[in-house]
């Protein structure tokens, strides 16, 4: 069993910043490739906002790119993702996902909420 506990969501004004951190712990013994977040906002599919490799290479999704930044700390087997200029229509849940390496698994985390007012 592998757990990803999420932190730093929160109410921000326009043009602020947050940052979002996920841990995981439990069956990890194998490591951890691909981490992810997500966001799904009211009534609206959940979208990949960023990813970071086992190597660390990074994609952005349109949006956000210039924005955000994920990076990840090995060692903690934990992953952030940096918000800047933040902006009403990034208000939602923000979710984090990890893969497992050779297949075993892809976990989430329970999601934390992203509000921006304007």
């Known amino acids: 069993q592998v757990q990803l506990v999420e932190s730093g969501g929160g109410l921000v004004q326009a043009g602020g910043s947050l940052r979002l951190s996920c841990a995981a712990s439990g069956n990890i013994f194998i490591g951890i490739s691909a981490m992810r977040w997500w966001c799904q906002a009211p009534g609206k599919q959940r979208e990949l906002v960023a990813t970071?490799?086992?190597?660390?290479?990074?994609n952005y999704a349109a949006s956000v790119k210039g924005r955000f930044t994920i990076s990840r700390d090995n060692a903690k087997n934990t992953v952030y993702l940096e918000m800047n200029s933040l902006k009403p229509e990034d208000t939602a849940v923000y979710y984090c996902n990890v893969a497992l390496r050779e297949g075993r698994g892809v976990y989430w985390g329970q999601g934390t909420q992203v509000t921006v007012s304007a």
């Open positions: 970071i490799t086992s190597s660390g290479v990074t």
